[in-house]
């Protein structure tokens, strides 16, 4: 029997080979260049159609987010359009906390990762998609350390300024698959939601603010491992030009609404953070944060409340995060978006768990959760 081979070395890859004996690998993630961040995956297995490989990640309790392994299962696909699940275990024990990863292909070719990728590839066929859209301006409105472009979006005529910005951490797909979503329902000329949503707001959007991350393959940090979202108080050229780039352009249009989109690692659900902890905040700016997440919880069971990250004491709140930097800086409301890797617990899915077609279902959700808001 042949060894089974594992490659990483493409747009988004990360794996490194520690050992191959058979049809059983031996793996480790890298770091995330210029950082200790470590736990996107993503490489190729080749070589074993019909039969079964064992891929052991190990020292996982030393990864970013070791809460993330206990009850997630890896993503897998064969034909890189549908992904599903591998059978998966934890042993946080086993050398430095092993994550099991159990497949059979039917084919000579497997594709394995953290969450379905989103490659720089498929960012620029939506870039260009939505480029050549009716009504839609498209802006290069910066570049990254690596020379890749910073894409953005504008689209609607009205005066509600709307920021929808997503992946500050690159190995968050599942906030580009959102974009996508939220993308296709906006630029459909035949969809009254996106007609309503044009006529009272104008949209200005960045699907990916982190290409670099992305395209190198990292959780949480750009080219030069800087994590985007702790830089918004003083961006500069030569750590965090993304987001200089995006807050100078917000400076030149005003923000009424922001939405910054993640992935979050442990929690298994969907739900927002907000912007409590931020200086001189009024019951009324708080108020329509909560207003807003109230109507996304009712408008779909994919979000909820209960689960999420500890409120930020009073005044505490960090102002290099993006959210409170936001709301503080426009005095609107904004928000992070979290989605989960595990599976949604409240809406469970056994062949996929969180997955991008419900990524990009929720993207207009939050759309249609928006237009209420507006209107209410
Ligand atoms: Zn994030």
């Not at 906006?186 to 982190?210: G, K, M, Q, W, Y």
């Not at 109507?295 to 959210?323: V, W």
Request: glycine share 8%.
């Amino acid at each position: 029997m042949t060894d089974i081979q594992i490659d990483a070395a493409f747009d988004s890859g990360n794996i490194e080979v520690l050992s191959v004996v058979g049809s059983t690998a031996r793996l480790a993630i890298r770091q995330d260049h210029h950082s200790e961040f470590r736990q996107w995956f993503h490489f190729r297995l080749s070589g074993q159609a019909g039969q079964e490989v064992e891929l052991n990640i190990e020292q996982m309790e030393s990864t970013a987010y070791p809460r993330g392994w206990p009850g997630y299962n890896a993503r897998v696909s064969e034909d890189r359009e549908y992904w599903g699940v591998a059978a998966t275990s934890y042993d946080a024990k086993e050398n430095g906390g092993t994550l099991t990863i159990r497949y059979t292909p039917a084919s000579d070719i497997a594709y394995f990762a953290y969450f379905a990728p989103y490659s720089m590839e498929r960012h620029h066929d939506l870039i260009a998609e939505c480029a050549a859209s009716q009504g839609v301006t498209y802006q290069r409105i910066g570049t990254t350390l690596d020379g890749q472009p910073l894409d953005y979006v504008r689209l609607g005529e009205g005066e509600t300024q709307v920021w929808l910005y997503a992946r500050q951490h690159p190995g968050e797909t599942q906030a580009e698959w959102w974009m996508e979503g939220a993308l296709e329902c906006l630029t459909d000329e035949s969809d009254t939601l996106a007609r309503e949503l044009r006529r009272r707001c104008t949209f200005h959007i960045v699907p990916n603010c982190n290409p670099d991350g992305s395209r190198r393959g990292h959780l949480r940090t750009n080219a030069v491992g800087a994590n985007l979202n702790r830089e918004w108080l003083d961006p500069s050229d030569d750590r965090a030009p993304e987001v200089k780039a995006i807050l100078a352009k917000m400076d030149e249009t005003g923000v009424h609404f922001a939405m910054d989109v993640h992935g979050d690692e442990a929690i298994p659900a969907v739900f927002l953070a907000g912007y409590e902890g931020i200086p001189d905040l009024t019951e009324e700016h708080i108020g329509q944060f909560n207003r807003y997440e109230a109507i996304l919880e009712r408008r779909t069971p994919d979000f909820q409340t209960r689960l999420g990250y500890p409120k930020t004491p009073a005044g505490k709140g960090n102002l290099g995060m993006s959210t409170n930097h936001v709301a503080h800086r426009y005095g609107c409301p904004a928000m992070t978006l979290e989605m989960p890797y595990k599976d949604n617990q409240d809406a469970p899915d056994a062949e996929q768990n969180w997955s991008p077609e419900r990524c990009k279902i929720l993207g207009r959700d939050c759309l249609a959760a928006l237009l209420e808001f507006l209107a209410g």
